[in-house]
């Protein structure tokens, strides 16, 4: 040990190599780390936006089967679908698994399935597929209407503007909050509302008083038919609160606009619309008149709706009870197993949706329990999520 350390001390060593050798190690290593923390960034992001594969199959597939079918698939509906005394859902979607999963738990867990009629909206790209899917799957007693956005033809519609799809948005909205400390803390909370397409429900429905607006990521564990006897008092649209965020809090995004401040915002996945109200209150041309005006002003921006939709139900919002609906399964990890098993409605709002890979595992099981996986279609292109 003595010779060792005797020849260690023998060897000159500048310590100034040594120090430029270590943070060119750092630097190195830091870099790489950056690389990796984007390419995982990105990779994410694109398995967030992108259709799987199996799903892209299973759309193709029943596109194909649509055309080649010697079924009368243009044969019309029962009147059903104009009957304003039955409970018509709607729904918008482009996407066939998961608007047949919405729709397979709400009609599972009720008593009368026979007075329930589902309306699903969606595009030219996806129209095909799902009427062909709704038509040879049944859901007991249920009514199943498709309809092609694009193909409607509106009276008025405003500018005769070319009707196209669009889905309940999410928002990501991020606020400064100052604790007991005085030190500073980015808050961050997500919202899901109504799309320009949502603004069209009391022309694209003219028979129809009253409808439940379903978003496509949702899943249902209680009968819902309660909410047709809920007394809205007089007000437009019913929806689960979410006073996390207070319209005071979006002073940003609704620029030289009076609000009450002190008004929770309110969240798209389960909401009751009454049509003949809204009509009243001219709701679709106000929409249309902010939006406008926001367009004029600011240029169209992605936070356009989430400002004018908020200020449009200004007011004409009655708050469900929280029990309807537990929001957040497609970003949030921590929720209790008691909220998940009592909530009415579970809503996969955020990026994690459930029939995608990196959906949340705690959560995905309860929303698979209502595919049929054994189906032809879903074997042939191996849809398993």
């Not at 679908?81 to 709607?90: A, G």
């Not at 309809?147 to 503007?161: M, P, S, V």
């Not at 009592?342 to 949706?353: D, E, I």
Request: aromatic fraction near 10%.
């Amino acid at each position: 040990m003595e010779a060792a350390i005797a020849k260690a001390k023998s060897c000159p060593v500048d310590c100034n190599n040594v120090d430029k050798k270590l943070r060119q190690l750092v630097d190195l290593t830091e870099d790489e780390a950056n690389f990796h923390r984007k390419q995982s960034a990105f990779l994410y992001q694109l398995a967030v936006q992108t259709m799987p594969k199996s799903l892209h199959c299973l759309s193709m597939r029943l596109t194909v089967e649509y055309f080649r079918s010697p079924l009368d698939l243009e044969q019309s509906l029962s009147e059903k679908v104009l009957n304003p005394d039955l409970h018509h859902y709607v729904i918008f979607s482009r996407n066939l698994l998961a608007s047949s999963v919405a729709i397979n738990s709400t009609v599972q867990n009720t008593e009368e399935s026979e007075k329930q009629v589902f309306h699903v909206l969606t595009d030219r790209e996806n129209y095909f597929a799902m009427k062909l899917w709704f038509f040879i799957n049944k859901y007991r007693e249920a009514t199943v209407q498709v309809l092609n956005i694009e193909d409607l033809k509106l009276n008025n519609h405003y500018k005769l503007a070319p009707l196209h799809l669009s889905l309940p948005e999410e928002f990501r909205v991020s606020f400064l909050r100052v604790d007991k400390l005085s030190s500073y803390q980015i808050r961050t909370e997500y919202l899901s509302i109504f799309s320009h397409s949502h603004y069209l429900l009391p022309k694209i429905f003219p028979t129809l008083k009253k409808i439940v607006v379903l978003d496509d990521d949702i899943l249902t564990q209680r009968d819902l038919s309660e909410l047709w006897s809920v007394d809205m008092g007089g007000k437009v649209i019913g929806a689960v609160q979410f006073c996390a965020v207070k319209l005071g809090q979006l002073k940003n995004y609704l620029p030289r606009y009076s609000v009450s401040e002190n008004s929770c915002a309110w969240m798209s996945g389960v909401n009751i619309i009454d049509l003949s109200r809204w009509r009243e209150h001219n709701l679709t041309e106000t929409f249309q008149r902010l939006v406008q005006e926001m367009s004029t002003e600011e240029g169209l921006s992605e936070t356009t709706a989430l400002s004018a939709s908020m200020l449009t139900f200004q007011g004409q919002v009655y708050a469900l009870d929280d029990s309807w609906m537990l929001s957040g399964l497609g970003l949030n990890y921590g929720h209790e197993d008691d909220a998940l098993r009592t909530a009415a409605v579970l809503h996969f709002n955020g990026n994690m949706k459930p029939w995608l890979e990196l959906g949340i595992p705690k959560y995905k099981s309860s929303w698979r329990k209502f595919l049929n996986l054994q189906n032809q279609f879903l074997s042939d292109c191996n849809v398993n999520p």
